[in-house]
């Protein structure tokens, strides 16, 4: 009898070695994979950037003249020196800073009118009549032609450029949000009709949350949107910003500062997208789960 128990408690101890084992190795194969995806996409990135680079250094330098006229664009060293030079300039950071102020600015209140100027077209019929007949005419224009206009109806070029700006975001958010409130399954809220539910919480519970995936897509659209918008209108009227700073190399003939401009415009507008995307995570945990 004791022999037979003996016997089975060691069984049981030699299986359950065994499954911690397996599940260590698991562990380790699943931290492996998670590296190798990780990581995969880094390497094949960084070497498409580095091919790319090695492209331009090679026709800047040799002139080439193929469909495209590469004689007078600078090459990577000249570039880097320029930027590294900008660096060293207080100016530089002026007009870094002056863009980023009018896009936080432009971007947030685009974002408060048009979620809810597309949460209230999406749910109620009269602000859908009311409403969406502007936003489909005037969505299409591009923004840079808004620029006499505001000119004309803004009082100082600041206001014209954050106007510009202000478009570039508020139609792909608002267009987001639209279509976000009218993919909310009816199902949903006809079961919080059921419970008691009134249409503010309706609003706040139910179409909202469901709505965070298209309108945090829409942010992430309008935040690229309004950094080309505003670099137009800083190009055209600005005095001060990384638009200005762009076309004022351009002006000058500093072609590798034309470029270290663009180079700046793409980093920040990057990252702002992240930022949007790093707000976007946490908010659709839900989703996940």
Excluded: C
């Amino acid at each position: 009898m004791n022999d037979a128990v003996m016997s089975m408690r060691a069984n049981n101890q030699r299986r359950s070695s065994g499954s911690i084992g397996l599940g260590r190795r698991k562990s380790s194969l699943h931290v492996a994979y998670t590296r190798i995806g990780f990581m995969l996409p880094a390497a094949i990135g960084g070497g498409a950037i580095v091919l790319g680079i090695l492209f331009w250094n090679y026709m800047a330098q040799n002139g080439i003249r193929f469909i495209l006229n590469f004689n007078n664009v600078p090459t990577p060293q000249a570039v880097g020196a320029a930027f590294w030079g900008a660096l060293q300039t207080r100016d530089f950071y002026t007009d870094i800073g002056v863009s980023l102020l009018r896009i936080a600015g432009s971007f947030l209140m685009a974002a408060f009118f048009g979620i809810l100027i597309g949460v209230s077209i999406g749910r109620f019929k009269f602000a859908r009549w009311a409403f969406l007949p502007y936003i489909e005419i005037m969505r299409p224009i591009p923004a840079i032609t808004w620029i006499p206009m505001a000119i004309l109806i803004w009082q100082t070029t600041e206001e014209s450029i954050l106007f510009i700006t202000f478009l570039g975001a508020f139609f792909p958010i608002v267009l987001n949000t639209i279509q976000g409130v009218e993919a909310t399954p009816k199902a949903l809220i006809n079961a919080a009709k059921t419970l008691g539910a009134n249409e503010w919480d309706i609003l706040r519970h139910v179409i909202l949350p469901a709505s965070l995936p298209s309108i945090t897509s829409g942010a992430a659209i309008g935040m690229g949107v309004s950094w080309f918008s505003l670099v137009a209108g800083e190009m055209i009227g600005g005095r001060a910003g990384i638009g200005y700073y762009t076309w004022n190399a351009y002006q000058l003939i500093q072609y590798s500062n034309i470029i270290v401009g663009m180079i700046t415009i793409g980093i920040l507008s990057t990252i702002s997208t992240w930022i949007i995307y790093g707000i976007r995570y946490p908010l659709l945990k839900w989703q996940r789960s």
